[in-house]
């Protein structure tokens, strides 16, 4: 009777703990929810301020007159430089590519009946005219196409302004990254001076691998972005390419999206080389543009992210997809370096549990009696 009662109790309490942990669970759940802003503001300064560490650590060590500079005022140095080019990118990327899109729209019907011309002077192309009448459709599209982009471009247009109207969230975490960079190692030293001394070595080790993957992971992603930017633009003037500049910005901005960047900033430009010169400089764009893809996503960047960022790319490709779909691009772009902090926690974690593994097997059994 008594055993029966224990053990009555004993499902009681595992019960009532099970409902406690679902209910902490589901608490944390919904407030993770309501506060889902604020998160991912503090998560992009967290990453922000890592990424841009580096960069005013080189600012921080020009001299002038035999000084350095204030920690305070580097960091403001990287911030106009950045805003610098943002603006740039406003004024000298995104308003030409409107403009020109623009007056694209009504040479559409021109080029379409340039390649009428082309079609009937072609007598293999005749005969696929003949059976799927590619012509009159293209027609139909060019005829709608004025409107569609000129729809485009105000989309363009509205999808700048509310960038600009988004200047909470941009200074909420330029702010978080400021503090950050001014005080936030100290500030996480002093935080693990309260541990014990393993506890607090392994806890500054696992910060400095973050940062590290952190650090390696920009620069792997700026470096490669940077190189297509300037391989692009001198194909392009190569080709007598419009907006050579412009499109190669673009290209560099869209190859630091993972997986898919570079094939979106690839098909771009491929749409604007081929109302430029039909077929060769598509031709020429098209085949220089699958070496560089197959030779940086084979060849390159895993020998530069061997070092920097040790995740497997399945690992990798499952936490872009998460990332993506929680965070949209930012989620993307956080991803990789998110996963491997995962993995150094993990691998910390597991060290761990050697460690003491081994003291208690090393740990002698008590003399008998």
Do not use: C
Not at 260 to 281: E, K, Y
Request: proline letters at 4%; hydrophobic letters at 60%.
């Amino acid at each position: 009777m008594q055993a029966a009662r224990i053990q009555g109790w004993a499902v009681v309490k595992v019960a009532t703990i099970t409902l406690v942990v679902i209910a902490a669970a589901v608490l944390l759940a919904l407030i993770v929810l309501e506060i889902r802003t604020t998160l991912r503001w503090a998560f992009a300064g967290v990453f922000l301020a890592l990424a841009l560490a580096p960069a005013v650590g080189l600012v921080e060590r020009i001299r002038v007159r035999g000084r350095s500079l204030p920690r305070w005022l580097a960091i403001l140095v990287v911030y106009i430089v950045f805003a610098a080019v943002f603006v740039f990118l406003m004024l000298h990327v995104i308003r030409p590519i409107i403009s020109e899109v623009e007056a694209l729209a009504p040479k559409l019907p021109g080029y379409v009946k340039d390649f009428e011309q082309w079609a009937k002077d072609n007598e293999q192309f005749r005969e696929l005219n003949a059976k799927f009448d590619i012509t009159s459709k293209l027609s139909d599209a060019a005829s709608s196409l004025p409107s569609k982009l000129g729809d485009a471009a105000g989309e363009a247009r509205t999808l700048t302004v509310s960038l600009l109207n988004n200047l909470l969230a941009g200074i909420t975490i330029l702010v978080i990254a400021f503090f950050l960079l001014i005080d936030g190692d100290r500030q996480f030293t002093r935080a693990t001076e309260r541990f014990t001394p393993s506890a607090r070595d392994r806890s500054r080790r696992i910060g400095d691998r973050i940062y590290g993957i952190v650090k390696g992971y920009v620069t792997v992603n700026l470096t490669l972005a940077a190189a297509v930017g300037v391989v692009t633009w001198l194909v392009l003037e190569l080709l007598g390419v419009h907006l050579a500049v412009p499109l190669a910005v673009i290209v560099a901005f869209l190859d630091l999206i993972p997986l898919i960047g570079l094939t979106l900033g690839g098909l771009l430009v491929a749409i604007v080389v081929a109302f430029h010169d039909f077929p060769t400089a598509l031709i020429v764009w098209g085949v220089f543009f699958l070496i560089y893809q197959q030779l940086q996503d084979r060849v390159i960047q895993p020998l530069m992210y061997k070092n920097a960022v040790q995740v497997h790319p399945v690992i990798a490709i499952i936490a872009i997809l998460i990332g993506a779909e929680l965070l949209g691009i930012l989620g993307a772009l956080l991803a990789i370096p998110v996963a491997a902090s995962i993995g150094v926690l993990i691998d910390e974690a597991l060290a761990y549990q050697r460690e003491h593994a081994d003291t208690a097997d090393a740990q002698p059994e008590p003399a008998g009696d």
